[in-house]
């Protein structure tokens, strides 16, 4: 592996090619050092490894690294993942990456990550969805109130460990959406 330090020193060219390692350590500090480069000419490779990886811990780097970089194309690919059940458990660096890009278009997806998600994921949606509040679409409004009613009227499908946190998010949410029909 190479220290943090010397990834530094190394080219664009040689880290792209590190992407294809067999080594998942030296992949993933090659990922985060093409992020804090913001490079440009990784995204297309760094998208693939998005999808293609089974290593939560690269994924999270390769989203970190596309939201560095406002990767327009894996805005929707984090959007897919995000909606994975495999993935609802581990999804709070996929939400952070999300709120790197417009999310008004996908505001029940963000609703269904307070729901669903990480306890992470939903701090990161909530926070998303109170800074687009006047923005969101009226439809989407609609689905948003809808998926709340629904949490809200049986909330022992919420995760127990924090529920009594989601509950509360959704019902500021509720409230908030409510008073602006």
Known sequence: MTKPNALRELSTAVLIQRLDSPNVEEVRDAVGELGDR???????????????????????????????????????????????????????????????FDCTRIAPTLINSIVYGSYEAGLWAHQALEELEARIAADDRRACIEIIRRALADPDTLPERDRKDRIAMLKELADDRGSRR
């Open 38 to 100: 913001r490079s440009r000419e990784a995204a297309p490779r760094l998208r693939a490894l998005l999808i293609e990886t089974i290593d939560a811990r690269l994924r999270n780097r390769c989203a970190y690294a596309l939201a560095m970089l406002r990767d327009e194309e894996a805005f929707l690919l984090l959007v897919q993942l995000v909606q994975r059940p495999d993935l609802m458990s581990s999804s709070g660096t996929l939400v952070w990456a999300l709120t790197k």
